[in-house]
């Protein structure tokens, strides 16, 4: 007789969101229907919602609360802290003993899956987490908490190691928490009674049509609801959901007023208007707490296929919010008498922002580490070390090139193995190995960040860097056109325009090279390598008063660089790179640069 095999068991790794109502028997006892009816509500305008949008399911409903599966915990803690803020919101008025409040507890772990429910040791503990979670709190395990720190912007409380009920091992428990005491923003709002905004919290407004033409209506919602996802790829970004954003379209509001019940930092309002084939957006960003106008943007496009001209609009408008905000969130860091791990970590990403010199490398180093030691699981600041060692071992600052690249590249390989979807990693990493003669190996992993991200305008860039290391300098600039497609007004920009200036070199078209060099120094005279390859260009074009001031002017931001060095630290081994590259040394020779 032949014996049936057993039917698999499917299991799948799931971070687990278990949440229910904190004294549910209580509310029921005072008011059964009442009780039941809010509850309802709140289920299907807060809770359902915000788990759907960051695609998470609803495994089952459990009287007084229920419980979620979700891909991923950033989406998890995310989702539950968007719901807890709009369940906050819509009981604010209610008395007391009366409102209702979810407590929450997430945890990854490896569950058993069947069509309408998960079980587990990852399920049980997400429960227990909850039940030790405050009114209103969500509280996550250490597993949890190594996937989302620093990318969630808010702060975590460790709450030690947990003895849970029927589990039999002690669970280290973090609790989320607001923005730290010391700012007056916290103070203020600790005396209202309402929680700290997180930091780089934002609402993106429903967009305004004044085209006068209702049907353009879904075009402009399109922007919105667009901006919206991409907005929160943003490394530490917390962006309100469209379901809630949407509930404000059409209606006179006061931002200020949007700001305290939405519990944000940030508000982004705009306004569409076509006429012909034109389209004009302006958009403005607002401090939530002051109204104050922080960055205004005016965008004028020729109006072509629907879908494409609203991808690149959006993905114009997330590029450059991601640096305003980064300078935004530096500034108030600045004002913070107790700098948290991710006040260090804006303040460092603003000094690199500045420009790529020994300098500013020092100080956002500096800031970087000291977000480390303030929290060793910040992968925002693991990674801007990484990058900080691989602008040192890139740009010659050093003789000891090779032993900050592989310092950058096992830095940014464990920020990886705790945040494995981490799209900006990706990119450094490809970077680290297209300047240490992997260029192949450096564009399949910028090709990961895109997938990631596909509003990464320097992954393109670092593809088109990867041509030219590749001795195909012909196809860089078509890379960097696609970077300037998405990031217009990068602050990257300099560096993209000296990389073209690279590859025209590279192509013996030394007098285009000499236009790209001059706008890379329009944009940022702190980048030495503008000026010593604008030297190179004008000395090898007979300009020789010309370059031997390009040199100077390189020399003076740094002065340790020589041609010695900058042959030693050539990023590839292929023969027209390296052929091409001798031209380079001849001209830097001839404007004076030393030999070393």
């Not at 799931?14 to 008011?31: E, F, K, P, Q, W």
């Not at 979620?68 to 604010?92: G, H, L, Y």
């Not at 607001?178 to 997180?198: D, I, M, N």
Request: with cysteine; charged share 25%.
């Amino acid at each position: 007789m032949v014996q049936e095999r057993p039917s698999r068991v499917e299991r799948r790794l799931s971070a687990i969101l278990a949440g229910d109502v904190a004294g549910y028997s209580r509310l029921m006892h005072n008011d059964e229907e009442a009780t039941h009816a809010k509850l309802s509500a709140l289920l299907l305008e807060a809770v359902n919602p915000a788990i759907a949008e960051h695609g998470g399911r609803i495994v089952k409903n459990t009287g007084d609360g229920f419980l979620a599966e979700f891909p991923s915990a950033v989406e998890a803690v995310r989702a539950a802290m968007q719901f807890q803020a709009r369940v906050n919101e819509i009981t604010i008025g209610d008395a007391e003993d009366r409102r209702i409040a979810f407590r929450v507890g997430i945890n990854i772990g490896d569950v058993i899956v069947e069509p309408h429910d998960i079980f587990g040791d990852g399920v049980n503990i997400a429960a227990r987490l909850e039940s030790i979670a405050e009114p209103g709190g969500i509280c996550i395990s250490s597993s949890a908490h190594d996937h989302v720190q620093g990318k969630v912007g808010v702060e975590f409380a460790d709450m030690g190691e947990q003895k849970l009920k029927n589990i039999p091992r002690p669970v280290r428990a973090y609790a989320v928490v607001g923005e730290k005491p010391g700012e007056a923003t916290h103070a203020e709002r600790g005396r209202s009674g309402a929680p700290s905004a997180p930091r780089l919290s934002i609402v993106v407004l429903p967009f305004a049509n004044l085209s006068g033409d209702p049907e353009q209506d879904y075009f402009v919602d399109g922007v919105t609801e667009s901006l919206t996802t991409d907005l929160s790829r943003i490394s530490s970004s917390f962006v309100i959901g469209r379901h809630t954003a949407f509930t404000y379209k059409a209606k006179a509001v006061d931002l200020k007023q949007i700001g305290h019940e939405l519990n944000v930092c940030y508000i982004l309002e705009g306004s569409v208007q076509r006429s012909g084939n034109r389209l004009r957006i302006n958009v403005q960003l607002v401090d939530a707490e002051t109204g104050t106008h922080l960055w205004a943007e005016r965008f004028d496009k020729l109006f072509a296929d629907l879908f494409d001209v609203q991808d690149e609009i959006v993905s114009r408008l997330a590029n450059t919010l991601d640096a305003q905000l980064t300078d935004e969130e530096a500034r108030r860091s600045e004002r913070s008498l107790h700098p948290s791990s991710m006040d260090l970590y804006f303040q460092g990403r603003a000094s690199w922002n500045k420009g790529w010199t020994p300098e500013t490398m020092a100080q956002a180093r500096g800031f970087f580490e000291r977000a480390l030691a303030l929290d060793p699981g910040n992968i925002e600041a693991m990674v801007g070390t990484a990058v900080v060692d691989t602008v040192v071992g890139t740009n010659f600052f050093t003789d000891d090139r090779a032993a900050y690249l592989a310092a950058a590249e096992a830095t940014v390989v464990k920020a990886l193995s705790h945040a494995p979807y981490h799209a900006f990693a990706h990119l450094v990493l490809g970077a680290v190995q297209i300047a240490t003669n992997r260029a192949v190996d450096g564009i399949a992993e910028c090709e990961r960040a895109l997938a990631l991200d596909r509003n990464l305008a320097e992954a393109h860039a670092q593809i088109g860097f990867a041509k030219y290391v590749m001795g195909r300098g012909a196809e860089t600039e078509a890379h960097i056109n696609e970077a300037f497609r998405l990031s217009p007004r990068d602050v990257s920009a300099y560096r993209w325009m000296s990389m073209v200036g690279f590859a025209k070199m590279q192509l013996s078209e030394d007098a285009e090279a000499v236009g790209w060099f001059h706008r890379s120094i329009e944009a940022n005279r702190n980048h030495p390598f503008a000026h010593f390859w604008l030297a190179a260009a004008l000395a090898l074009l007979g300009s020789l008063d010309r370059a031997s001031a390009a040199a100077k002017a390189g020399l003076a931001i740094l002065p340790s660089f020589t041609i010695r060095r900058f042959r030693d630290g050539a990023q590839s081994d292929n023969p027209t790179f390296l052929a091409k590259r001798e031209r380079a040394y001849q001209g830097m020779r001839m404007a004076g640069i030393p030999e070393g």
